[in-house]
């Protein structure tokens, strides 16, 4: 079972930055793939960035291309996620997840929630 538990979500101004962490316990982290979600009020959990487990390979939803960098450091048990230029748009509840599977379509990652079974408790970004 893997347990994950989210850091440094809070307030920022618009064109600032922000990392999240997500440390998973038990020693996890290197055995599963990693993304990071987020959820705005009455909207649907959508995949923000993916780090795969074999080969770290890095996928990013279009709307975060360039400007959120994903990466793991298994020593750590820990996944970051680094956000540059920040815009109101991307004020939501922040969600690490982590699981052996992931889909892909046309060649990119293609998030699906039920490809992960473990979810972290959700940290909030607002950005104004």
């Known amino acids: 079972h893997v347990q994950l538990v989210e850091s440094g979500g809070g307030s920022v101004q618009a064109g600032g930055s922000q990392i999240l962490s997500c440390a998973a316990t038990?020693?996890?982290?290197?055995?599963?793939?990693m993304a990071w979600f987020r959820q705005e009020p009455g909207k649907e959990r959508g995949g923000v960035a993916f780090?795969?487990?074999?080969?770290?390979?890095?996928y990013y939803a279009n709307s975060v291309k360039g400007r959120f960098t994903i990466s793991r450091h298994d020593a750590e048990n820990t996944v970051y996620l680094q956000m540059n230029r920040l815009t109101p748009e991307d004020t939501a509840i922040y969600y690490c997840?982590?699981?052996?599977?992931?889909?892909?379509?046309?060649?990119?990652?293609?998030?699906?929630?039920?490809?992960?079974?473990?979810w972290g408790q959700g940290t909030q970004v607002t950005v104004s």
């Open positions: 997840a982590a699981g052996d599977r992931f889909t892909t379509r046309d060649g990119s990652w293609f998030p699906r929630v039920g490809d992960f079974p473990y």
């Open positions: 038990r020693g996890t982290s290197s055995n599963v793939h």
């Open positions: 780090s795969g487990l074999d080969d770290g390979s890095a």
